[in-house]
């Protein structure tokens, strides 16, 4: 008996069983409780400890496992920037197989293969195995069949939870969701099973409607951040219009932010022709607005052209006038100057025989005739001036240009615009300079423009543009170059200042490389940064 004994004693690896208090214990518990322990521990109940049972007694130690007063969340465990291991990169391969396909059967004994439950539930993103729901996703004529599970997706959704689980839950195999895009889906899908967040510049849209409908909070976020930072003006007007819609305040401000100090350029970009008409009077009542108001006006027919096609209607000036309905009166035309408007606005067929006659009258007449049009010119933005320089100088050896590029660098700790830079002008009367003005980033130009400006003789510093803003990131170095044509005797700073606090935005300078003509922090050319905040 002894060598049967020890014999059954080492066939019993790792087995673990409920002292025999806590077993008492469980069968006072309810029915439901028992049903559960009956069904979760049957293998116990014959194998060990019950009235037939024949094996021998054994005995059991029960091991007390020590932990951390702290416990490790799983970002702290497996942060997203941590090199890939050989069991990461496994799952990695799993995510990339399975975006294409849904039917991997993974390996006999995979779980052993991934040490931890978020790497084992990644194994089961978009995957066949043990699928108890099947999603027919996207529009007809454009649908995917996706598998899920509804334990991981009602852990990772409110809306999956009361869907499977709730009061009012269907007991479905297949649910069809034909306002959701199949790859936005498949990145929520990806988040909820992997913790991994996949955006892309053509779905992130769709991706922050699917996050918004099943309430996954953190993934919408994700969404607006990656739309935050690829914002500009070619897509502010639209994602203004989508910010509005997934009532995004901060995403909703940033656009405005975007729109009003690019202004032109937005409104002449294509998204601006794909927004909706509510969006679209918004804009025209925009105050802050920094643009021509010929510019406005052409764009308000641009976008009058694609909406006639949107409606099926044909391309003629009563529709495109039908289309803009009541938002037309919002373009400020008396606020042209008077040749935009004799060329451009009077000409274009829209305005009436009478408008176009008493807006003439508005810009000769004495005594103006009413108008359904805004009279008041637009405020725009008043742009900000960042002086780098305590003083400025001039000697018998001036300053001298010969050719030569007066660089700086500067980095803002808040995104703003460079609308362009105030420079010196002649310290020997009034002169007439030639500026090709640049801003680059890392080696990239961004914007530039040659222009001409004339000088006084004072000491005073003289705007030069660019011929649009320029989107300024924070925390990033961007290089400002100056090439001046004109009298050689000009002023100088001095005293020049490594921090400049100006309002709410502080600028730091360093010396640039590209500066070959003597211009540094200390001292020598561009003076001032003219930027919007």
Not at 293 to 319: H, K, M, P, T
Not at 503 to 511: E, L, S
Request: hydrophobic share 35%; charged share 20%.
């Amino acid at each position: 008996m002894v060598d049967d004994k020890e014999k059954n004693m080492k066939c019993l690896t790792f087995f673990l069983m409920l002292p025999e208090t806590v077993k008492n214990r469980s069968k006072k518990g309810s029915k439901k409780a028992n049903s559960s322990n009956g069904s979760g521990g049957g293998g116990g109940s014959s194998g060990g400890g019950g009235g037939g049972s024949k094996l021998p007694p054994v005995c059991y130690e029960i091991i007390t496992l020590k932990t951390k007063k702290k416990k490790k969340m799983a970002a702290d465990i497996f942060p997203r920037k941590k090199p890939a291991s050989s069991s990461s990169t496994t799952v990695q391969q799993h995510h990339q197989h399975n975006l294409c396909n849904n039917n991997l059967i993974p390996a006999p004994n995979w779980q052993g293969l991934y040490p931890t439950i978020r790497e084992r539930n990644a194994v089961m993103f978009n995957n066949d195995l043990m699928a108890d729901v099947h999603f027919v996703v996207g529009p007809p004529g454009g649908t995917q069949r996706l598998p899920g599970h509804k334990y991981v997706l009602a852990v990772g959704s409110s809306v999956f939870h009361a869907m499977f689980y709730g009061e009012l839950a269907e007991d479905k195999d297949e649910i069809r969701i034909p306002d959701v895009e199949p790859a936005a889906f498949l990145a929520m899908l990806k988040y909820i099973y992997c913790d991994e967040i996949d955006l892309a510049a053509d779905t992130v849209l769709a991706t922050l409607y699917a996050a918004k409908k099943y309430i996954v909070p953190h993934l919408a976020r994700a969404c607006v951040n990656f739309l935050e930072t690829s914002l500009s003006a070619k897509n502010a007007c639209v994602l203004l219009s989508q910010s509005c819609l997934f009532e995004e305040p901060d995403l909703t401000q940033r656009c405005w932010e975007v729109i009003d100090a690019q202004a032109e350029l937005a409104l002449k970009s294509e998204g601006f022709c794909d927004i909706d008409f509510q969006t679209l009077e918004s804009i025209l009542r925009r105050e802050t607005l920094n643009a021509k108001e010929i510019v406005v006006f052409e764009a308000a027919l641009n976008w009058a052209e694609v909406e006639c096609q949107r409606q099926d209607l044909a391309l003629s000036i009563e529709n495109k006038r039908k289309v803009l309905g009541k938002a037309l009166y919002l373009i400020r035309i008396p606020t042209m100057a008077l040749d935009d408007f004799a060329n451009g606005a009077a000409q274009s067929g829209v305005l009436t025989l009478n408008e176009t006659n008493d807006i003439f009258l508005w810009y000769t007449a004495s005594k103006k005739p009413e108008l359904q049009f805004v009279s008041k010119a637009r405020k725009g933005l008043v742009p900000q001036r960042c002086h780098r320089f305590q003083s400025c100088a001039y000697r018998s050896n001036q300053w001298r240009y010969r050719g030569r590029c007066d660089s700086i660098q500067f980095a803002v700790d808040k995104r703003v615009f460079i609308a362009g830079f105030g420079l010196y002008g002649s310290s020997c009367g009034s002169a007439e300079y030639s500026a090709k003005i640049e801003l680059k980033r890392q080696g990239v130009v961004l914007g530039q423009n040659l222009s001409k400006y004339f000088s006084d003789g004072s000491s005073n510093t003289f705007p030069v543009w660019f011929e649009y803003p320029v989107q300024i990131e924070p925390d990033t170095f961007y290089t400002a170059s100056v090439v001046l044509d004109g009298n050689e005797l000009s002023y100088f700073g001095q005293e020049g200042m490594t921090e400049v606090q100006c309002g709410k935005v502080t600028v730091q300078f360093q010396c640039s490389s590209d500066s070959t003509n003597g211009t540094g922090v200390q001292g020598g050319q561009i003076p001032e940064l003219i930027f919007y905040a």
